[in-house]
């Protein structure tokens, strides 16, 4: 995260220790890929928020809400390998994809390495925790079929997107502050407030992660913008644009959305189309709409330095770019 300290490092630190402690194996290889995975994972804002919500709500057993975001964590990790496999995505964070360094096969088993780390972990805990990691590892599943079965489709509705990146984003980072309330005993009402949080703040995030893909900066972003629309990700900003981009040529970008195999030439005009359309800048106010509801959410909680960390973090994320 940088410089900005949200009053959860030293947690933090535990939940990076809990995931490299579980990912130890006797396979060499195994290990290896589980490990560069892990460490091209980006922000953390998952565990982070999941570590908030607990001390937000008065949880003190911090050990427990530490293991159930490694847990998190390496679902995530899973789902990393299985998405640049399914979208064909060469880089992720200014390194090769795993499955383009170790090969399919090996980035696929260690794939299911990591769900299966995972669930060893918060198997443990009480059903009503497991269901909740099952139901999050189903819904990824869902979100990914349906992200596919759209690719290159300029008919895709907002609805349509808005449901794929609940299922891929929202609803891993809202599961996992939920589980943070179970943990901490909270009350029923705080439980759904901080559940409410994490979906919007997971909107939000994807919506932000849409716009820099379009306008980011490659050295920031650690890949080239467009991969959305090389690998024919339909996302907001695009919907927009076909929408509503009065002041371009939407035919022309209808076509070249259907392209299934894409130059560098068409991916750069597409970029040109969706920056000239004001898209972005709608795309932007969706983003700030879903954050304002994130924040909004937290009002039943009572006032403290994690409830504070919680709003800041909204901020965090509507103006990041990278």
């Known amino acids: 995260m940088g410089s900005l300290d949200f009053g959860v490092a030293t947690e933090l630190a535990l939940v990076e220790a809990r995931i490299r402690e579980s990912i130890v194996t006797e396979e060499p290889l195994l290990h290896d890929i589980a490990r560069y995975v892990i460490e091209s994972g980006g922000k953390r804002i998952r565990p982070m928020v999941t570590l908030l919500a607990f001390r937000a709500l008065g949880g003190t057993e911090v050990r427990q809400a530490v293991d159930l975001a490694a847990a998190f964590e390496l679902i995530h990790s899973a789902t990393l390998i299985h998405d640049d496999i399914n979208d064909g995505g060469d880089m992720r964070r200014g390194r090769l994809a795993a499955y383009k360094k170790f090969g399919l096969q090996n980035a696929l088993v260690t794939g299911d390495f990591l769900f299966v780390k995972a669930f060893g972990i918060g198997g443990r805990f009480d059903d009503d925790i497991v269901e909740i990691t099952a139901n999050v590892c189903a819904a990824l599943a869902e979100g990914e079929i349906r992200q596919k079965r759209h690719a290159h489709d300029t008919g895709v509705t907002r609805s349509e997107y808005l449901d794929i990146i609940q299922r891929k ?31 919007n703040l997971g909107m939000a995030f994807q919506i932000v992660d849409d ?109 990041r770019d990278t």
Request: hydrophobic residues 45%; charged residues 30%; without cysteine.
């Open 169 to 199: 984003t929202a609803l891993p980072m809202s599961a996992g502050a939920r589980v943070a309330g179970l943990l901490a005993n909270a009350r029923l009402e705080h439980i759904e407030a901080v559940g409410d949080y994490g979906i």
């Open 211 to 319: 716009v820099l893909d379009v306008v980011g900066d490659a050295s920031r972003l650690g890949k080239p913008p467009g991969t959305d629309v090389r690998e024919g990700n339909v996302t907001l900003v695009t919907i927009h644009a076909l929408n509503d981009g009065s002041a371009i040529d939407v035919r022309a970008l209808e076509r070249l959305v259907r392209k299934h195999r894409k130059q560098d030439v068409d991916v750069r005009r597409v970029l040109s189309l969706l920056r000239d359309s004001g898209a972005v800048e709608k795309a932007r106010l969706d983003a700030q709409a879903y954050g304002q509801l994130a924040k909004k959410a937290l009002d039943p909680i009572a006032d403290s330095d994690a409830k504070a960390s919680m709003i800041r973090l909204v901020d965090y994320v509507l103006s």
